[in-house]
């Protein structure tokens, strides 16, 4: 590793605070907050896959071996760069897809924003618990069709919402107007009806919801794998389809599962060493 500090030890949460997430992490008048999602470790190790792939292929091609190198703030830098290019608009004037109004020399925390450069929020649902939201994303060309999916027909044109720039004037009482008929259903419910109508959006979903995920279990992100100790416990399968090359989930091997296997395949023993070994409390 080459850098000033690239002998300092890294941990997660320390990488999410270095490479500037936990900066824009949160509701603005709270502190920065890490998220559990482990962009560090695991987006380093997704990072350090994509770099081995390239020097891989350049072998092959070129026949020339390479260093390859991956730090985990710049894996995290990476993951945040939409917060970059906002810092640079930042120079320019507010970011006024952000809900807060007040901003200072640097990104504000985006809350609930969508970052992709349309209104977003997490909307309450029925019946109220700490994950009964959906998330919508407020594009332009769909708020007509959301006010007639929601029976309110009677703003269509309305001059204070008609345009995105009025609504962005008042974002908070758009997202109002719209939570007041969402807390009416479930998170499912909302999401069922919203995009029947096209409407972007999504239920939060908690670990409670994701294990029994209907669509997770199809695309087998949410599998069973038998245990000859645990019994069949369920875990996250792997994200990477190939159809060609597909990934079977097993359980990590039983201590000292395989050790004969070793001894006898990789090492040359035959079965009376591997014997004597055992008997003298080698292995």
Known sequence: ???????????????QAMG?????????????????????????????????LAALYQRTQTGRGQRVEVAMQDSVLN????KMRDQQRLQHGPLS????????????????????????TALRCKPGGQNDYVYVVFQPQIWDRLLQGMGRDDLIGDPRYSTPAARLERLDEVYALVE???????????????????VPCGPILDTSDLINDEHLKVRE????????????FKTVGSPLKLS?????????????EHTEEVLREVMGYDKEKVDQLRKEGVV
Not at 35 to 49: K, N
Not at 180 to 198: G, H, L, R
Not at 246 to 254: A, D, F, G, K, R
């Open 1 to 15: 590793m080459y850098g000033p500090n690239s002998d300092l030890k890294a941990y997660e949460s320390i990488a």
């Open 20 to 52: 500037g997430a936990m900066s824009t992490t949160g509701l603005e008048d709270g502190p920065p907050l890490c998220t559990s999602a482990q962009i560090g470790d695991s987006g380093s190790g997704i990072h350090m896959v994509a770099a081995i």
């Open 79 to 82: 993951l945040v760069r939409v």
């Open 97 to 120: 897809e952000y809900p807060n109004k007040t901003f200072g020399k640097a990104v504000p925390r985006s809350g609930n924003a969508s970052g992709g450069g349309h209104p977003g």
């Open 180 to 198: 007041s008929w969402t807390m009416q259903y479930t998170k499912f419910e909302v999401n069922e009806k919203f995009n029947a109508i096209d």
């Open 221 to 232: 992100m949410i599998v069973d794998v038998p245990h000859p100790q645990r019994g069949t």
């Open 244 to 256: 060609d090359s597909p990934v079977e989930i097993t359980p990590s091997p039983l201590f000292g």
